[in-house]
């Protein structure tokens, strides 16, 4: 039915019945996001709204210095080396991808002249090509002009696995050739519905050849202009210290009317989120905070009569628990956790259930995220086309206890259920982080009063997080019953953030556990949906077969999403920053200003 | 003495190469993974990190490791930073003289407060400007600069507003200006580290005068009518800085450490930031130059302190 409706509906906008904003918020009704919304419109043939953002300044420069802070500084300044935000969002400051996302999911052109629609003929039928156009007379910083030669050399360079490009993984399935000196296109090896991957945001930044093509594969780590960025971007770079500090001064020939606002850009790093929340919040030192990881209350304290306030920006990332399918206390052929084992408690689909019912949402919440999260029943968030309505949470210590009645867990005389003589005890582990901890203290209650002995465990995050193979700690071997992270959605698609869950993605010593399926979960209805999704050209169609994926999921309780985050931000009253919780921070800098009277 | 000062240096040799062979193994032992980010990244694919590990030799074993750090290390080569993809000693450089200025500061500050304090204290043993001092200086030692720190910041940036809680590298303005600059943005982190190191140098003061006052060639110095400004200036405090000097030759390096705290506290770009960043991301490069800097540290100024010795209190002979 919402196919058939949706149609229609694209129809309406594209002869103009209805207005696309008017779509939109039509499909937010239905349980879409706003990025997935304009993405239909564009897989439909409807071009993308060139949102404009808000923009006030009428010249270029004399808004002064823009002072960011960020708790951790950029460690360097190539966006194809960077990891982690930190180092995206420096390099963001001078180098530039042909478009990025903006807060409702549309593409907003950088360095592109358009955006592709099949209106314009970007967009191939069979979406097996892209044709982006570059915007003419575009310069880098030395004064070279940007041409579609710069955008092969920077498919080239991240291609080449001995540069050891962290956008190898975007680069590295596509074809792109020259059309002429303003365009290319993109070749992609099967229909890829998600086209606006390579040379768009984080990743999509473009280098110059004339300055990188001596220091391409090998020799990547030689080249001085990894230290020395010159890109398009509206600032200028000035001075880089690693960890501590990025500087950079005014474009005057950057490529946008009256942009940049800014006379002078400065990323300061280092020290934590709290007091970089009051140097912006409470002294207002600075202008603008990154990722303010602190709880609710500390920020909404600052935020009384102080200088500045919090932002938030609502993209995809998720909090939730894992459940292990497998085994961790029995190792087979020198492996804990292994394929070959089941876990002795939890593939009980019932005790899975009634963990979930144990999870007090709402209270994690109220005592821990307060405006930072959202309470969610489902592992995709967003963009809005992409979430379930389908699916529910709830707590209820009784329907648990129910449950594990059902399934055979009899209650002991010491208040710890078990069956066949086995004691109804799990291990929950996560990385040491404050609100994890808290959460796990929450879990643990509740899971107390249905008879489920939970034992607590804490990694710090270093190990947690590592791809160490030597060490039994990590979140990838998962030699524990439950563990809990988060999962950042890095693009407006559900492909990457939903396949790690392919049966063939599991965790296994054979691939280092280098697979991103760490439950161990198999479930052929949830592969052959993915699969299907990643060659659907019909958005509308996509959409629904990656909410099935994410309902299969949700109905065998293979996680239990916890909260949905938001990105909390710190920003002085005067500030105007452009946020969007599809890209990273600084990716539309050039558009931030600062309201006269502030 | 030239040949005393090159003996120490020979000893030396074998020391650090010792302390970096444990420095080495510690850390490649110890757990996580400079790459680990990358491997959290569903949009990285595990081939990059495999070529990284490659490129910077991660796979081989230690005493290949090992061996190779040390012919670099020979040759001056610091090593390569697996995070920041740059030579460490830039790195290291960059910071350096930010650590130098501050804990230099608060060095001087210290022994500023410390010397007077001490010395006018022994000299009245159990007075009322005795005992505060001493209270003082037990509530100096007793507040870890983490504690001290954000009170400061509390006090003086939040509430009063006067100073800037933030380290920036880069001050405004030239000249005077500038210098201003300068100096208002280290008032905090010098207060807070070099009152800490002050009140413990005071104590020592303390007592080591009272040690040296007591003693027959004092009282002989007073029998001979010398004034009392001159007896403890010449020839009481003279001796008494012999165990000072210890003290604070064998601090620095514990300077350099305390000072890692402080250098989080208000972001001041200087070496042990860098240490604590680079723990973090486990860039194992970084944190092996860094430590050694600062064995080498130990080691130098252990040398110094001998030297000193020796100017101090010529009975110290060197053989």
């Known amino acids: ?598 | 003495m030239g040949q005393y000062v090159l003996r120490r240096l020979l000893i030396a040799v074998p020391s650090l190469l010792g302390i970096s062979l444990v420095l080495f193994i510690v850390l490649a032992l110890a757990p996580g993974d400079p790459f680990s980010e990358l491997a959290t990244n569903p949009n990285v694919p595990p081939e990059v990190g495999a070529a990284l590990r490659a490129k910077f030799g991660l796979d081989d074993p230690i005493y290949i490791r090992y061996l190779r750090w040390l012919a670099a290390m020979a040759q001056g080569d610091w090593g390569f930073s697996f995070v920041s993809r740059m030579n460490v000693d830039t790195l290291i450089l960059q910071r350096l003289p930010t650590t130098l200025y501050v804990i230099g500061s608060a060095q001087i500050l210290a022994l500023l407060v410390a010397i007077p304090v001490g010395v006018f204290a022994a000299t009245r043993p159990y007075s009322i400007f005795d005992q505060i001092a001493n209270t003082l200086a037990f509530i100096g030692f007793s507040l870890p600069t983490f504690f001290t720190g954000l009170l400061f910041i509390l006090i003086f940036s939040v509430t009063l507003d006067w100073l800037p809680f933030v380290y920036s590298t880069d001050v405004k303005g030239t000249g005077i200006s500038w210098l201003f600059g300068q100096i208002r943005q280290a008032i905090m982190p010098v207060m807070v580290l070099g009152l800490f190191q002050g009140a413990s140098m005071t104590r020592f003061v303390r007592s080591a005068m009272l040690d040296v006052i007591r003693l027959d060639y004092v009282t002989t110095a007073r029998a001979k009518g010398l004034g009392q400004a001159r007896v403890i200036v010449k020839h009481a405090m003279r001796n008494a800085m012999i165990p000072v000097v210890t003290l604070i030759a064998l601090q620095m390096p514990a300077i350099f450490g305390g000072a890692i705290v402080t250098e989080q506290i208000f972001r001041i770009p200087g070496i042990g930031s860098l240490l604590i960043s680079s723990i973090l991301s486990n860039d194992t490069p970084v944190i092996m130059a860094v430590t050694f800097v600062f064995a080498c540290l130990v080691v130098f100024f252990n040398l110094i302190a001998d030297v000193l010795y020796g100017w101090l209190d010529p009975r110290i002979s060197f053989r």
């Open chain 1, 1 to 598: 039915m919402l196919d058939t409706e949706l149609r229609t509906m694209i129809d309406e906008v594209k002869d103009g019945r209805m207005d696309r904003r008017g779509f939109v918020q039509r499909m937010l009704a239905f349980g879409l996001t706003a990025p997935m919304a304009t993405q239909l419109l564009a897989i439909g043939g409807v071009a993308m709204a060139q949102s404009p953002a808000p923009y006030k300044p009428t010249k270029r420069g004399g808004g002064g210095p823009l002072k960011l802070l960020w708790w951790q500084g950029a460690t360097l300044l190539n966006p194809h080396f960077a990891t982690g935000t930190k180092d995206q969002d420096g390099s963001r400051l001078f180098y530039e991808p042909l478009a990025s996302w903006d807060g409702d999911g549309n593409l907003n052109p950088i360095l592109a002249a358009e955006i592709p629609s099949i209106k314009n003929g970007g967009l191939a039928a069979d979406a097996k090509s892209v044709t982006w156009k570059i915007k003419p007379g575009v310069k880098w910083h030395d004064g070279k002009p940007l041409t579609a030669d710069d955008l092969v050399f920077t498919w080239e360079y991240s291609n080449d696995p001995a540069t050891a490009a962290v956008s190898k993984g975007v680069y590295g399935d596509i074809k792109v050739e020259k059309v002429d000196d303003l365009t290319v296109r993109v070749l992609f090896k099967a229909p890829t519905p998600f086209w606006a991957n390579a040379f768009v945001g984080a990743y999509g930044c473009i280098l110059p050849k004339h300055l990188f093509a001596e220091y391409k594969g090998a020799k990547s780590r030689e080249a001085p202009n990894n230290l020395k960025p010159i890109g398009t971007g509206p600032y200028k770079f000035v001075e880089f210290k690693p960890g501590d500090v990025v500087r950079g001064e005014i474009n005057m020939d950057y490529h946008m009317p009256n942009r940049p606002h800014f006379d002078t850009v400065e990323m300061k790093g280092g020290g934590d989120a709290v007091s970089a929340a009051r140097a912006v919040i409470q002294t207002g030192e600075y202008d603008f905070a990154w990722n303010m990881q602190v709880e609710d209350e500390v920020l909404l304290r600052l935020e009384k009569g102080g200088k500045g306030k919090t932002s938030y920006a609502v993209g995809g990332d998720i909090e939730f628990i894992m459940i292990n399918f497998t085994d961790p206390n029995t190792e087979v052929d020198g492996e804990r956790s292994s394929m070959k084992t089941k876990h002795p408690i939890l593939s009980d689909a019932k005790v899975r259930k009634a963990l979930s019912l144990l999870v007090d949402r709402e209270a994690v919440q109220k005592v821990i995220y307060g405006r930072a999260g959202r309470i969610t029943a489902n592992y995709l968030n967003g963009p809005a086309q992409y979430v379930s309505k389908n699916t529910s949470w709830e707590f209820s210590i009784e329907k648990a206890n129910k449950l594990l009645d059902e399934a055979g867990w009899k209650l002991g005389a010491d208040g710890v259920r078990e069956k066949d003589g086995k004691k109804l005890k799990l291990v929950y582990q996560t990385s040491i982080n404050g609100p994890r901890q808290k959460t796990q203290a929450i879990v643990k209650q509740a899971c107390q009063k249905a008879g489920i002995d939970v034992e607590l465990k804490s990694v710090v995050a270093s190990v947690f997080f590592s791809s160490d193979v030597a060490n039994p700690d990590t979140y990838s071997k998962f030699y524990a019953d439950l563990e809990m992270f988060q999962i950042p959605m890095t693009q407006p698609d559900p492909a990457l953030h939903m396949r790690r869950y392919l049966s063939k993605n599991v965790a296994t010593k054979e691939n280092k556990w280098q697979g991103q399926n760490f439950p161990r979960w198999v479930n052929k209805e949830f592969d052959a949906a993915i699969e299907q999704a990643e060659g659907e050209i019909d958005p509308i169609k996509r959409a629904s077969l990656y909410i099935k994926a994410n309902d299969i999921m949700w109905q065998d309780t293979m996680v239990i999403p916890v909260m949905h985050r938001l990105k909390v931000e710190a920003t002085s009253n005067s500030l105007r920053p452009v946020l969007s919780g599809w890209s990273n921070e600084t990716d539309n800098i050039q558009d931030w200003y600062r309201e006269a009277t502030g």
